[in-house]
Structures are given as C-alpha cells and as structure tokens.
C-alpha cells in the first residue's frame, strides 16, 4: 500500500484502449514507477510522487466516517513522506522531512499520541521515506506474491469516460496463510499508461473501495512541501522513530470528531 494518481481527464482517454497484456506483467509495470520513490535510486529522472486518494466506499469494521475521506499524499526518495488528511474535525498533517518529522495541529497530534499509546519504534535508521518490509531486490518479485484470478480473460469496464482493465486477486496461497489473509481479495481498475484509477479491497470483515483521483511523478517537489505552514507554532516534532506510529493514528481516525473515541483497527 503506494505513487498512484495523477492527469485524469485528458480527452485522449476514451480514445485509448486498457492495456491487455499478461496480467503478472500489468502488475509489474504499474509498480515499476513507484520503486524510485520508495526504495531506491532507478534510472528515471522521477524520485518523487504526488497523491490524491478518496475513500468512496466502505463497510464492516471500518467506520462509516471514514466514507468519503480525501487523502493527499506526497514522497521524495530518499527521506521524506507527507500525509494531509480529514482528523477530528481539520486537517491533520503528517511528515517526515529527513531526520525530523513533523505533525500539525500539534496539541491533537499529542492527544492521539496518549489515545493510542504510540511508543517510538526503535529500528535501523530509515534509509528510504517509510518502513516497507521489502527490499529493492524482492521488489522485482512482487508480483509473484499475488495469485491472479481470471488470467486468460480481459476484464475491461468504463471509469469515468476511460476504458480500465480489471484484475483480480489474491493473495499467494503459501502467503495468505503465513499472514492469516486467505480471505484477501482486490480489484484493481488499470487506465491506459498503466495509471490506477480504482482499487477495490474485501476481507470477511471489512472491504473499502479506494479511488484515486490524482498521480504524478516529478524528480523532485517544491521544498516548501515538507516545512510546516508559515507562521503555524502549533506543531508537534519528533524523530523518524514515531513516524510509523503517527501515520497509523491518523489512518485510525479518519474523519472522527473530537466528540468521538479513537477508532483502533485490529492488529
């Protein structure tokens, strides 16, 4: 869960075809991109990404509240990531910006802080924006790790005036049963030029549908991106060890009031 949304409404879209080939290919190509922000250098120009995500649908244990929650996020390899999302009523900030991380409103940031109890988590030094449990390397076999549905039939459906393939999947037997996800399953809507525009998540408990309605790639963001708001003295400030901790809490209470008990999904 990661580059995804960008140049939608072109009016060469309809005109365009969903890309047809081997769906294991497909799913390489989409994160091919991703990979230079992320994890490591690549031999594209592009080292950063900015994201706009909306949560169109959800159900089970997720909160209703969450249903319709924009999320804006940006990354630059090798060390800074931002979040902006709808938190207790305003918008709550998240990001890393090298050896500090940074949130706002800060007096909310530390109620959630102590809500949640979030301990620093205590690792080698983070040598790209976030913690992924993967390296460069294994990321070439990524798409291995999914069992595809359907592999010999093209799914395509209309989104929004452009013409998307569909794939579904699961997760990889062996996989699924060492992270007790055997009842994984997503859709994943594909535009022409390997763009996602739709992914569609079900578990027994829950399942969301995530849109994404804005993605690019650019060698680098204003530095402007990663500094708080000029003159905003209300901001929390800590190390890359409570970065983890701070995204998870926010993910947590998206679009709760500050009526509302903290939401905590199970772990």
């Not at 940031?109 to 205590?122: G, I």
């Not at 989104?159 to 569909?166: D, V």
Request: with cysteine; glycine share 6%; proline share 7%.
């Amino acid at each position: 869960m990661l580059a995804f949304l960008f140049a939608l409404a072109s009016p060469l879209h309809a005109q365009q075809t969903a890309p047809r080939e081997n769906p294991y290919d497909l799913i390489a190509k989409i994160f091919q991109p991703l990979w230079g922000v992320l994890l490591a250098e690549s031999n594209g120009e592009n080292r950063a990404a900015s994201i706009v995500l909306e949560m169109s649908e959800v159900s089970g244990r997720l909160p209703d509240e969450m249903k319709g929650a924009t999320l804006q996020a940006a990354v630059q390899f090798p060390d800074k990531v931002k979040l902006v999302a709808p938190v207790l009523g305003e918008t709550f900030t998240v990001c890393r910006n090298g050896d500090e991380v940074w949130a706002t409103p800060g007096g909310k940031v530390e109620y959630l802080v102590s809500q949640f109890k979030v301990a620093p988590r205590k690792t080698t030094k983070l040598k790209t924006p976030i913690f992924l449990p993967i390296t460069p390397q294994q990321a070439i076999f990524l798409p291995a790790l999914f069992s595809v549905s359907r592999a010999d039939v093209a799914e395509v459906e209309e989104l929004n005036g452009e013409s998307c393939r569909i794939i579904t999947a699961g997760l990889m037997p062996e996989l699924a049963k060492a992270t007790k996800a055997e009842d994984f399953q997503t859709r994943v809507w594909i535009a022409p030029g390997y763009k996602i525009r739709r992914v569609d998540v079900k578990r027994r408990d829950f399942s969301t549908v995530v849109d994404v309605r804005e993605m690019a790639f650019s060698p680098t963001l204003p530095a402007s991106t990663w500094e708080p708001a000029a003159g905003d003295a209300d901001v929390f400030r800590t190390t890359p060890d409570m970065l983890e901790g701070l995204l998870y809490i926010v993910m947590n209470s998206l679009k709760t009031g500050a009526q509302d008990t903290p939401w905590i999904s199970a772990k």
